[in-house]
């Protein structure tokens, strides 16, 4: 049987491919970001749903990455998990300053 993890590495050779995954690399973090909140407040999904008045199925397609949340959802999320939202810019290296 192949594992998704040997996939993946196949595919990361694949130019196209690589740029789609580097792509996302934000949207990753945040939901690795919200995972880890949720698991260090040791909370379930439905725990954390229920804090946060809503269900299950939406905590999971934040923490999946397949939906993008409003500073207001990350704040209720922050309540919930007992944490302090804070948002930051920070300078790319990839890109010249105008």
């Known amino acids: 049987m192949t594992k998704i993890r040997d996939l993946h590495t196949k595919w990361l050779e694949d130019p196209a491919y690589r740029a789609d995954y580097d792509a996302?690399?934000?949207?990753?973090a945040l939901a690795s970001a919200l995972i880890e909140a949720r698991a260090k407040a040791g909370l379930t999904q439905e725990e954390l749903?229920?804090?946060?008045?809503?269900?299950?199925?939406?905590?999971?397609?934040l923490e999946g990455g397949r939906a993008r949340p409003s500073t207001?959802?990350?704040e209720r999320i922050a309540k919930a998990t007992g944490t302090r939202l804070k948002i930051s810019f920070e300078s790319d290296p990839s890109r010249p300053t105008p």
């Open 24 to 28: 996302m690399e934000e949207e990753f």
């Open 49 to 61: 749903a229920r804090r946060m008045k809503t269900t299950q199925s939406v905590v999971a397609r």
């Open 72 to 74: 207001r959802t990350l």
